[in-house]
């Protein structure tokens, strides 16, 4: 039966006024300073590049093995996320071990990513699991790439490398060959047989002598501070391979240059060595005790399990989390200065006071 026209005028202004009340709310929540809220399971950070939580599956469709003691994995999926040389991901082991490889492979591929791995056999166990338990036909869990040694444009380029820290020059070498940059490369490693991708590299520097391919157990060590001295002012300088190589390219370096180090191993940082304190975990509403022989990330997995990191030495950046409040005692060489005025690597570094609030 029709409602009265009374009543049903009565009803038309009731759902109206309704509506209006639910977008005017809608209005004051979007233009809160709260708005979006963070979710806890993806914490903010103050760096561009912050790594997601979000991993994928993909496929390992080849392995191959480039050099003596290295294996290479083709991972296939689709419309995988962009990267650029430089690049690495994170590998997420069955064991439960989390390690990070450099992209050595095609960015331009965008259904691919392509990892090399020397097997060190007294390593921490990331290599071993990766050369006897990953084969063609399975599947792997990878966090998307992140970019933490970017090429920069420069007038030249020199790239170091030692044995397997070629594998993130290596699309260096092809995408400033294919731009007619100036480059020149030095290239270290135990014997021939053990440094990979030695065709390809010689191919791209034929014209010219840009390849220096120096073999220990034929030349001895590579020359770095000679091949520094060659450099004009201006030039990129990019390394990646053993500490005493890195170590020696940082000494050598001559004023003018810009040096760019990606380490895979850990550096000097300690998570050692200062007093208690208390972290407030804002958005958990917690609170934890970091005893003074204890990391940050090791309470605050106490509180918040699923919190992401992964060497826990402070040269991945998993880790970083952004500080509201306190002074922060840094112990990394990977953030730069202006993430350190607003986060830190929870693994590492500490407090130089009593308390430290993070956004977690
Ligand atoms: S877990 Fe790698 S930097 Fe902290």
């Not at 009265?4 to 709310?25: E, I, Q, S």
């Not at 922060?328 to 953030?335: A, K, M, S, T």
Request: charged share 25%.
């Amino acid at each position: 039966m029709p409602l009265p026209l009374p009543r049903l005028r009565t009803v038309v202004l009731v759902a109206g006024a309704a509506l209006l009340a639910k977008r005017a709310l809608h209005r004051r929540i979007q233009n809160s300073p709260l708005w979006p809220l963070p979710a806890l399971e993806e914490p903010v950070s103050g760096h561009s590049e912050r790594r997601t939580t979000a991993t994928r599956r993909l496929l390992i469709t080849e392995r191959t093995i480039p050099a003596e003691g290295v294996v290479q994995l083709r991972l296939e999926g689709s419309a995988l996320p962009p990267w650029q040389p430089g690049a690495h991901l994170d590998l997420l082991l069955p064991s439960g071990l989390v390690r990070q490889y450099s992209l050595c492979g095609d960015p331009a591929d965008p259904d691919t990513y392509t990892i090399a791995t020397r097997l060190v056999e007294d390593g921490r166990g990331g290599s071993r699991e990766v050369h006897a338990q990953l084969h063609e036909g399975e599947e792997v869990e990878i966090r998307d790439p992140r970019n933490r040694f970017p090429l920069v444009g420069a007038p030249a380029y020199l790239f170091v490398a030692g044995g397997i820290g070629i594998t993130p020059i290596l699309p260096m070498l092809r995408s400033v060959a294919a731009s007619g940059a100036d480059w020149r490369l030095l290239y270290g490693g135990r014997t021939r047989a053990s440094m990979p991708f030695l065709d390809e590299i010689e191919k791209l520097g034929a014209e010219g002598g840009r390849v220096t391919v120096v073999a220990e157990d034929e030349a001895g060590h590579p020359d770095a501070a000679a091949a520094l001295a060659e450099t004009a002012e201006g030039t990129a300088v990019y390394c990646c391979g053993p500490e005493p190589l890195m170590d020696a390219v940082t000494a050598a370096l001559p004023p003018g240059r810009t040096l760019h180090l990606e380490r895979f191993t850990a550096g000097a940082a300690s998570s050692a060595g200062s007093g208690p304190f208390e972290v407030e975990l804002r958005r958990s509403g917690r609170t934890v005790r970091v005893a003074a022989d204890r990391s940050v990330l090791a309470a605050v997995r106490e509180e918040v399990p699923y919190v992401s990191y992964s060497c826990e030495q402070g040269f991945c950046g998993t880790c970083q989390q952004r500080v509201l409040e306190g002074e922060i005692d840094h112990r990394d060489e990977l953030l730069t200065d202006s993430e350190r005025n607003d986060s830190m690597l929870i693994c590492v570094s500490r407090c130089r006071g009593e308390r430290l609030v993070l956004d977690l």
